[in-house]
């Protein structure tokens, strides 16, 4: 099922006279389990008049509910059966929802009846005034036997007795059309109803014209001038339907119900699939008549719940690490033509300790994507994309190399960072769809904000970070050329997409890609020359949220000998000299 739109039995119930003090006519779906519950309370379409109109609420048949348990609609379905189709319909919807109560049964049965639905958060029972056990109305040759209008009037009575709230409505159906009894039984029955305090009444017919429907509704409202009120008229052009729902609220009508299509048309589907796997012999020729698995999962919640597993558990989530650069000139000067990655800080590669915090926050999966000197890494407890136009590319154009590894969201990671893990736990926890990793400490203000090509970030500043972490707050500028009155943040290189969010930037790239191929794109002079900066810059332009979590200390980006020097006293084991370095690097590489 899907948990996004539960409500309250308290705040459901009385939707439905809400409802029709702010409607001229209210249009309602049958649904006979959770999934036909799914599907009209979903669906919607916009008219060429730009309006959009969907289902106002939900109708629970005893023909359909009945028949989708294999049996015939003669109220054999005990009442425990239906509250649990019921409870399941509610479990899936915040549409208000109307049940069908056949009879009713003897009075007694009515008022417990009445109390079970009010507590579940149903809006309204209807019942009606024939005798028990009924026959469905629509089938020809049917005897329908009515029972007597004041016997049916104290029902009605004692069913509203018992109710502890003004929201739950007791609709009375009158069946006189059915069983050829005429339009003044059926007038005549409302009256007595009305006056009984029942809160609406529905008028029931199986002619295949709206005729005698019309001149009901035309009789009801000179009954309801008599009695100087009016309740709430409710149609279910079942038979009539060449007659629109439009229609019929113009004639007076406040409730149009469609009492059984969604069973009947999913009835056909049914069976037209199992005769054309039958003929064919195997499923393939069916597949056009059918839903995809993935608009199921979708429908019933599977989707949203991998989603979610997918925020707690990061286990299958993967790391892409964006290695592919060239290393500064003071590294290759002091430590020879390695990549960063290889560069051994306090006796580990950078991109072993990388992994390292990564696993320690539970991601496991850790895709490097390697470039200027892949031949020289060592650490082997990875999986690899190798981005062969690095040396013309940019840190954008290398995640890009692993996209096949975005699908259900992903860490970003700039190879040449160290970090805690505790900011990647902070990051994962976080359920925006894109959040950075962005710092406010003095230390990167007065030492790194000037340097040229920094990461910088405006976002809306909290009051400093108190604990290793602060956040989401949202972020409106990223790049290295914010002006300095607005820059509140330094990127670190640590982001998250969640499978949104990885399918936003995704979109966004391809977009801007075909977009921008010559042209300038924020601070690059072409797209193939952008980094990650640029395109999310474009996210945000476009209108979608990009979050930073806020933090002042925890990591480290090596981009120079000053930050090397700083890694080594920031992890506090030992401080290899230069030539001990390079001899382990020496070893490191193949021969």
């Not at 009120?229 to 079942?238: A, G, I, N, W």
């Not at 969010?501 to 075909?514: F, K, M, P, Q, S």
């Amino acid at each position: 099922m899907s948990l996004k739109d539960r409500t309250l039995p308290e705040v459901r119930r009385g939707k439905l006279k809400k409802l029709l003090s702010e409607h001229k006519g209210l249009r309602i779906m049958e649904a006979h389990n959770g999934l036909s519950a799914l599907v009209a309370s979903e669906v919607s379409i916009e008219r060429q008049s730009g309006k959009t109109v969907e289902f106002d609420g939900l109708w629970l048949s005893s023909l359909t509910d009945s028949a989708s348990k294999g049996h015939p609609d003669t109220e054999v379905i005990g009442v425990d059966s239906r509250l649990m189709t019921i409870q399941e319909v509610l479990t899936v919807t915040n549409k208000p929802v109307i049940v069908d109560g056949d009879t009713g049964g003897e009075a007694l049965h009515f008022e417990y009846l009445c109390s079970k639905l009010e507590a579940l958060g149903v809006s309204a029972v209807i019942i009606e005034d024939k005798q028990y056990p009924k026959r469905n109305s629509l089938e020809p040759g049917a005897t329908q036997l009515l029972e007597s209008a004041s016997v049916f009037a104290t029902k009605l009575k004692r069913g509203r007795e018992v109710l502890l709230s003004e929201d739950f409505m007791i609709i009375a159906r009158l069946e006189s059309l059915i069983a050829n009894q005429g339009i003044e039984d059926a007038i005549s029955r409302a009256g007595e109803y009305l006056e009984a305090g029942v809160d609406g009444i529905m008028i029931h017919s199986k002619e295949k014209t709206p005729d005698e429907i019309l001149s009901f509704l035309k009789l009801y409202e000179s009954l309801c001038n008599e009695l100087g009120y009016r309740r709430p008229v409710v149609c279910v052009p079942t038979t009539y339907n060449s007659m629109t729902d439009e229609q019929l609220f113009n004639e007076g009508a406040n409730i149009v119900i469609h009492a059984n299509h969604q069973l009947r048309a999913a009835h056909r589907a049914m069976e037209q699939a199992c005769k054309t796997i039958l003929q064919s012999d195997r499923s393939l020729e069916a597949d056009a008549m059918c839903s995809t698995v993935r608009t199921i999962f979708k429908a019933v919640g599977f989707l949203d719940a991998k989603d979610k597993d997918a925020r707690y558990d990061k286990s299958a989530m993967h790391a892409i690490l964006a290695a592919a650069g060239r290393p500064p000139e003071s590294f290759m000067e002091a430590f020879g033509d390695i990549p960063v990655s290889e560069l051994i800080v306090a006796g580990k590669s950078v991109l072993q300790r990388q992994a390292e915090a990564l696993n320690q926050a539970g991601v496991s999966n850790l895709v490097a994507v390697t470039g200027y000197g892949r031949d020289r890494i060592s650490y082997q407890e990875a999986q690899f994309v190798h981005n062969t136009n690095f040396r013309a590319g940019n840190s954008l154009h290398s995640v890009f190399c692993a996209e096949t590894y975005m699908g259900s969201g992903f860490l970003f990671v700039y190879g040449d960072i160290l970090f805690h893990e505790r900011l990647v736990s902070d990051l994962i926890s976080v359920r925006e769809d894109i959040t950075l990793v962005i710092d406010r400490s003095l230390d990167a203000q007065v030492k790194r904000w000037t340097k040229p090509n920094v990461d910088l970030v405006a976002a809306k500043a909290d009051s400093g970070a108190r604990s290793l972490s602060v956040g989401p707050i949202p972020v409106s500028q990223i790049g290295s050329r914010i002006s300095p009155g607005e820059v509140t943040h330094e990127f670190t290189g640590l982001a998250m997409f969640s499978e949104r969010g990885a399918e936003i930037l995704r979109t966004v790239y391809h977009d801007t890609r075909r977009r921008y191929a010559a042209k300038p794109f924020h601070e690059a002079e072409n797209f193939q020359s952008a980094d990650i900066n640029d395109l999310l810059q474009e996210i945000i332009d476009r209108g979608y949220p990009v979050y930073g979590i806020e933090v002042n200390r925890g990591w480290i980006e090596i981009r120079d000998m000053e930050d090397y020097e700083a890694a080594q006293e920031m992890l506090k084991h030992g401080k290899p000299s230069t030539a001990e370095i390079r001899s382990i690097q020496a070893e490191k590489v193949p021969s």
